[in-house]
Every structure is written in structure tokens, then in C-alpha cells.
């Protein structure tokens, strides 16, 4: 081969080669990630899977973290990663995928970061190291929960910025991502034009997003905080505070077989049992027979738009409970926000002035109620009607009680949430507006979705007020209500049951679950429980049921095991303890501490230090926030000498217990590392008498018997022991899960 035959090839070659290099056209596009702050938690990012970058010297700030490993989402994103070891204290770039509630979160230290313990928590989340696998692309924009302020962020943090006017809500079209976000409602304060094309709900596109992030629902299901409504609409911040099988063959011998009710009267509503072919009758008709029925008797069942889609991810999310006009996607000729069709500015109208309500009465109530075929439409009006007049009985305002409707059938819907009006004046059309849903009566599931949706920050529940549920029922419940309501008292609600025309002793054998009012209700002691005779007795009763609604006092249920005790830990100074270990036990204090509700009216916490002597460090309610009392518990000072536990635990009993509220557990823990001088037995007996639950923590030398002797039965459960101090940490966790199972145990009576 000649010598310009090979320079050829070679330049061909050359040429070749250099063509099959990346032009940077096929290059894989950057992922935009959004950045966070150290206090961001994963709970108030709706996403199930997304990608965040966190800043340097997140560890410094101590944001709290529960879990090790799967961590509750009310734990800080970044310290979870520092935590985990998927990040450093430089900061960097995580991957939060979201999971299901645990039963409990078990707490460690690790890479400098101290996890706390929970009993139980609704959400949880893990991280893994942020790099994308192949092909995979997350959100470039979070989007948030939030009651309050615009909740879009994007990956610049120059877009963070804080608001405090009251927001107008606006449906407008997201921003493009190559990966769909959920679809959520956001609040922003500047006029923006919605898009031509409608959708439901969707994520803001704003330029300068305003956001603030609510404080976090603490362990369990109590609620906590305090809201206020913001405008007339009663639209504003509120800090929280906490499916059954279809039955078909509801059996009722009623003159009427289809699924309407005779309406003439309620005499003719029951016949009698002639024969055991008229006891069969159903209730509710097979589905055939009722397409038919339904077809001639209501051309139209429910006037309401097919928002199917929209109302399957409202039931499945609940973040938000839209006014009725805001069910509906915007239209495709829909104005500049802020005007209507004749330019007038809807936005510069001075605000009404907003109803305080009846402070006497500050509960947030839900009304369930029964929008069943079998109930007929005069019944229907008739229900419609109570609650009208019950909104007008109970005064209605911010300083009050707040009100709102959940209207079940085959599945529940929420007519208007609890922060959607704030006067009874308001309430009246709205609720003479409300269509009937039909379907069965499926209670339990509505008790499961109050539970797990309705009372939420997002809907207007505040921390201050004890959560109500007044549950209107036709007869019987199709579905069981058991699991679903006991679940519900759990989370702090009071669970009233209104029966109207309930089943009688030929009709009990067709109930699908025996005894459903009393394994429903808060307690069995007929308080929460109202049956009516008749539906046109049912207006009758309203001044009896704001009555006791209204008396927060014997709303039991509202208390959990978390804000509804009074809690005396006793101390041992003695001198073996030491000042380095008195510091720790300290330590294990606050953090047994801060997982209560700390309040007046919620849990109250005093100190005994002893050795030879007593001292009163701060008695129940001298402090009365959680930041107040661990300043408080910081700042005690070591005493040193004997250690007489018998006479302190007497201290204890005449200093703190006899100062008790009579609605409030009392609980003792006594933390000593050595045997006393004096007598255990006696003074722990007659505390025991008192109704004091007693829990005893011995270290290192620490006698065994005192230990049992101080506890109260059984003492596996309220007895421990640890070697070192430096090991107390471990027994946080047991503590408060022991003190819940006890307090959730209670008889219901």
C-alpha cells in the first residue's frame, strides 16, 4: 500500500472517530435540586419521592429527629441524612422516599446526631444518598403543606421570603417538570392570570414564593397549637392540635322497599313482622333494582359536577377542604385573578368584621351526617334543617366554636371544613345548599376519615380546642364502626352518637355490628349518646346536644396520653450521684419532658430534689411551655448528701400530688442510684392509695426491692434498671410508650 493510500485511511479514520464523540445534544439534562433548610421536615412535603439539598452545619441547629433508620416525618430531613450517614455536617444533596406509619421509632445516637424514640407516628420516610439512578428524574419543585403562606419552592434560595398577609387562593397551571408532581392548592398574595387550560389543582407558578413552615403535630394524635382565623371566611393559620366492608343486606321491614322512605309519617315508617319474608326485606335495594328505581324517581341524584378525579385525590390526600365554588376546576375563559367578569376588583373590598362566637364553648365540632338513599330527601331536609338551627344555637365564631360538615354515604366527602366559615350567619345557606349523596350508611369509614383527614391543621383545627364528632345516623351503620372509632378516641376525638329511628328488637338481628353506639361513643355512660324516637323529633333535641358538646369539661376523650397528666419526677441528690451525673439525669428528664404537651390546661410538670432533705424545685404549672420548663430543668442545681427516698416521696405527695387537678393522671418517677435510709414501703403504699401511678428508675447501686416496693404493679412494667448513667437515654422511649398503653387501656365507662 502506497504511502497516500495510508495518510488517507488515517485521516478517515481521524475523521470518524472524532464525528462519534457526544456533541452535547445527547447529553443527560442536570437535575435541578431544590434546596431546604436545616428545619425542613419531610411531613410537610407532599411528595411520596424527591430530592433535596441541604446546607452546611445542620447538626449545630438540633433540629429534632425520631427514628433510626425509618424516621417519623415530623423529623428534620437534614438531620435524618446526618443521622443516617448519607450526608456530613457540610451539607449536601439527599433522597426522601416516603413509607407508612410506624408503631414505634426507636431513637440512637449517631455521626452527632441524637434520634429521639415515639410511640407511634401516621407517616414516616427514609433517606438514601442523592445521585439519581439511570433514567430516574425527581421534582425540580417541592411542593408543600401549608395553611397559611405559599408553599412553592424552587431550587434558588433567593426565592425565600416571608409573609404575613392573608392569602387568596387560585388554582393556576404548574410548571413543567419532567416528573409529575401531586396535585396541590398553594396561597400566594400578588395577583396572577390563570392559565387558559383548567385544571383542578395545581401547583403555583410564582416569581417570589412566601412561605412559612407551620409548627409540627407532636407523637400520638393529639393536636396542639393554636389557630385563629384570619379573615370573615375564617380562612387562616391553624397548628394542629391528631375502609370498612360494604354491606348490602341492611336488613329493615319498612312499608317502603325501594330506597326512599314513605315521607307521609313515622307511624307508617315500621310495620309489623307478619311474616319472616317481610323481615328480609332490604334496606338498601340490590343494584339492579335500585338503577331503576333511582332512574324514575330522581332524574338527577346529585346536581353537583363530576369532579371525580379531583374528589378521589381529596379523599385520598385531605390536605385541603375547598369552599364549594373552589371544587371546581377554573374555567377556560376565567379572568385575571382578582377581578370579575365586569372588572370590578374583588380584592380591595374591606374585610367584615369576623364573629368571635361563644368563648364558653370553644370546641371544633364535625357533623357526620347521613346522606344515605335510605334516609328519602324529606329526611334529608329535615337533617339539614337541625343543623342549621344547631349552627345557630351554638354562635359560631373564631373565640368559639368552629363548625364543619362531612356528608357519608358509600364514602364520605367533606361539605365545608372547619376554617371554610366562621360565623353562624355564614353557615346557614351553606348548609341549605348541601345535596344528598346516597349510598349506604358507611360510618365506620367516615370515622376513619375524620380521623385520618379532617382534623388537621389544613382544615382549620386548633390546639386549644377539644376535637367533637356528632355522628347523625339513619337507623343503623352499614359498614362497622368499632376499629375506626376506637382508633379516633385514640387521636383525642369525642365521638357523640345521634340515632335517629334505631333499630328495635325484631330489626337488631339485621345490625351488622351489635351494639354499635356503645363501641362508638367516647364512654358508655349515656353523655355521648342520643337516640330520638322519631326524625320529626330530631329538631327537638338541638338545645341538648349544644349542651353537651359545649361542656369541655366532661369531653374526656379530648385528652390523650400525652396532655392529660400531671407528671412529679423525684430526684436523688446525694452525693454518690455527682455533679457530671446529676447533669444526665437532668438530660433525661427534658427529653422524657418533651415529648408531653406542656400547657395548663394540658400536662403539668413539678421536680423534687432530695438527699437527706427535700427541696421543691418548681411546682405543676409554674411553668407553662415546654421552652419555660427545659430552661427550667437546665437550670437546677446539684445539692448533695444522704438519701432519704421514703420522706421524699411523702415531700412529694404533699408538695405536688395534693395540688393535682382532679381531671389530670398523676404520675410519680423517682430516679435513684442507691439504697435509702429511710423506709420506701409505707410512703409508697399510701401514694399508691392516692391514685398515683408510680414509676422507679434505680442506677448502678440502687436497691432492687425499693425499686418494686416504689413501683406500682405490675413492676416489669413501671421498674427499671440501668448500670450507668450514661444509659438512662435508653428507657425514654419505654417510659412514655408504657404511660400511653396504660392511659389508652382505660375502661371506657
Given at each position: 500500500m502506497s504511502?497516500?493510500?495510508?495518510?488517507?485511511?488515517?485521516?478517515?479514520?481521524?475523521?470518524?472517530?472524532?464525528?462519534?464523540?457526544?456533541?452535547?445534544?445527547?447529553?443527560?439534562?442536570?437535575?435541578?435540586?431544590?434546596?431546604?433548610?436545616?428545619?425542613?421536615?419531610?411531613?410537610?412535603?407532599?411528595?411520596?419521592?424527591?430530592?433535596?439539598?441541604?446546607?452546611?452545619?445542620?447538626?449545630?441547629?438540633?433540629?429534632?429527629?425520631?427514628?433510626?433508620?425509618?424516621?417519623?416525618?415530623?423529623?428534620?430531613?437534614?438531620?435524618?441524612?446526618?443521622?443516617?450517614?448519607?450526608?456530613?455536617?457540610?451539607?449536601?444533596?439527599?433522597?426522601?422516599?416516603?413509607?407508612?406509619?410506624?408503631?414505634?421509632?426507636?431513637?440512637?445516637?449517631?455521626?452527632?446526631?441524637?434520634?429521639?424514640?415515639?410511640?407511634?407516628?401516621?407517616?414516616?420516610?427514609?433517606?438514601?444518598?442523592?445521585?439519581?439512578?439511570?433514567?430516574?428524574?425527581?421534582?425540580?419543585?417541592?411542593?408543600?403543606?401549608?395553611?397559611?403562606?405559599?408553599?412553592?419552592?424552587?431550587?434558588?434560595?433567593?426565592?425565600l421570603t416571608y409573609s404575613t398577609a392573608s392569602p387568596v387562593t387560585e388554582a393556576l397551571e404548574a410548571e413543567p417538570s419532567s416528573t409529575a408532581a401531586p396535585p396541590t392548592t398553594t396561597h400566594v398574595t400578588t395577583p396572577i392570570t390563570t392559565s387558559a387550560k383548567p385544571r383542578v389543582t395545581t401547583v403555583h407558578k410564582v416569581r417570589e414564593a412566601v412561605f412559612q413552615y407551620p409548627i409540627e403535630m407532636s407523637i400520638l394524635s393529639g393536636r396542639y397549637g393554636a389557630g385563629q382565623s384570619q379573615s370573615a371566611q375564617g380562612k387562616g393559620p391553624a397548628q394542629a392540635f391528631r375502609g370498612s366492608s360494604i354491606y348490602a343486606n341492611r336488613f329493615s321491614p319498612r312499608t317502603n322497599t325501594g330506597v326512599h322512605r314513605q315521607e307521609t309519617s313515622t307511624t307508617i315508617r315500621r310495620q309489623l313482622h307478619a311474616s319472616s319474608a317481610s323481615a328480609a326485606l332490604s334496606r338498601v335495594q340490590p343494584q339492579s333494582e335500585r338503577k331503576q328505581h333511582t332512574a324514575q324517581s330522581n332524574p338527577a341524584l346529585d346536581p353537583r359536577p363530576d369532579n371525580t378525579e379531583y374528589e378521589h385525590w381529596l379523599y385520598n390526600f385531605g390536605q385541603y377542604s375547598p369552599a364549594p365554588e373552589e371544587h371546581k376546576p377554573p374555567s377556560k375563559t376565567s379572568p385575571t385573578r382578582g377581578f370579575n367578569a365586569r372588572g370590578h376588583d374583588l380584592t380591595a373590598r374591606a374585610p367584615e368584621l369576623t364573629s368571635q362566637g361563644d368563648p364558653n364553648c370553644k370546641v371544633d365540632i364535625a357533623f357526620l351526617m347521613d346522606g344515605s338513599w335510605s334516609i328519602g330527601k324529606r329526611r334529608f331536609k329535615i337533617e339539614k334543617d337541625f343543623l342549621v338551627e344547631v349552627s345557630q344555637v351554638i354562635n359560631v365564631g373564631v373565640a368559639g366554636p368552629m363548625m364543619g360538615i362531612i356528608q357519608y354515604g358509600d364514602d364520605p366527602v367533606t361539605e365545608f371544613s372547619l376554617k371554610q366559615f366562621s360565623s353562624s350567619k355564614d353557615l346557614k345557606p351553606a348548609i341549605s345548599k348541601i345535596v344528598q349523596k346516597g349510598g349506604l350508611s358507611n360510618v365506620g369509614k367516615a370515622l376513619s376519615y375524620i380521623n385520618e383527614h379532617f382534623f388537621s391543621d389544613a382544615n382549620g383545627n386548633r390546639g386549644g380546642a377539644p376535637n367533637v364528632a356528632v355522628v347523625l345516623v339513619d337507623g343503623w351503620p352499614t359498614d362497622k364502626v368499632e376499629e375506626a372509632s376506637r382508633l379516633a378516641r385514640e387521636s383525642g376525638i369525642n365521638i357523640f352518637f345521634v340515632t335517629i329511628e334505631g333499630p328495635d328488637e325484631n330489626e337488631k338481628q339485621n345490625v351488622v355490628e351489635t351494639n354499635f353506639v356503645d363501641k362508638a361513643v367516647c364512654r358508655t355512660n349515656g353523655f355521648f349518646s342520643l337516640p330520638i324516637m322519631s326524625w320529626f323529633a330530631l329538631r327537638k333535641e338541638v338545645q341538648s346536644l349544644v349542651k353537651r358538646v359545649c361542656d369541655t369539661d366532661r369531653l374526656v376523650c379530648s385528652k390523650t396520653c400525652l396532655n392529660a397528666n400531671d407528671i412529679a419526677f423525684v430526684i436523688d441528690g446525694s452525693s454518690s450521684v455527682g455533679t457530671g451525673n446529676f447533669r444526665t439525669v437532668l438530660q433525661f428528664v427534658a427529653n422524657v419532658t418533651q415529648e408531653f404537651e406542656i400547657s395548663d390546661t394540658d400536662t403539668r410538670v413539678g421536680i423534687v430534689q432530695y438527699t437527706y432533705e427535700q427541696r421543691l424545685e418548681f411546682a405543676f404549672g409554674q411553668h407553662n411551655n415546654k421552652a419555660d420548663l427545659l430552661n427550667a430543668i437546665k437550670r437546677i442545681n446539684y445539692w448533695s448528701g444522704g438519701t432519704s427516698t421514703g420522706a421524699a416521696i411523702t415531700f412529694a405527695a404533699d408538695q405536688l400530688f395534693s395540688k393535682s387537678k382532679p381531671n389530670k393522671r398523676k404520675i410519680m418517677i423517682v430516679i435513684t442510684d442507691g439504697r435509702s435510709y429511710d423506709d420506701v414501703r409505707a410512703p409508697a403504699l399510701a401514694v399508691h392509695g392516692k391514685g398515683v401511678i408510680a414509676y422507679s428508675i434505680g442506677i448502678a447501686w440502687a436497691a432492687q426491692d425499693e425499686l418494686e416496693y416504689i413501683a406500682t404493679d405490675p413492676d416489669r412494667d413501671h421498674s427499671f434498671f440501668v448500670d450507668e448513667f450514661d444509659n438512662l437515654y435508653k428507657y425514654v422511649s419505654k417510659i412514655i410508650h408504657n404511660i400511653c398503653n396504660e392511659f389508652n387501656s382505660q375502661p371506657r365507662n
Open positions: 504511502k497516500a493510500t495510508l495518510t488517507a485511511v488515517f485521516i478517515v479514520f481521524l475523521l470518524t472517530s472524532s464525528g462519534a464523540k457526544p456533541n452535547g445534544k445527547n447529553k443527560k439534562p442536570k437535575q435541578a435540586v431544590p434546596a431546604i433548610e436545616c428545619d425542613m421536615r419531610a411531613g410537610k412535603i407532599i411528595l411520596p419521592e424527591f430530592i433535596v439539598k441541604c446546607p452546611a452545619n445542620c447538626r449545630e441547629t438540633k433540629e429534632k429527629v425520631y427514628g433510626t433508620g425509618v424516621f417519623a416525618s415530623i423529623s428534620s430531613i437534614c438531620n435524618a441524612a446526618i443521622h443516617s450517614g448519607v450526608i456530613t455536617n457540610s451539607g449536601g444533596k439527599v433522597i426522601v422516599m416516603k413509607m407508612a406509619g410506624q408503631t414505634i421509632y426507636k431513637g440512637s445516637f449517631a455521626n452527632g446526631v441524637r434520634s429521639l424514640s415515639l410511640p407511634n407516628w401516621r407517616e414516616s420516610f427514609s433517606v438514601s444518598v442523592g445521585k439519581p439512578k439511570n433514567g430516574v428524574t425527581y421534582p425540580s419543585t417541592l411542593v408543600f403543606v401549608s395553611s397559611r403562606h405559599t408553599t412553592v419552592k424552587t431550587g434558588d434560595p433567593k426565592d
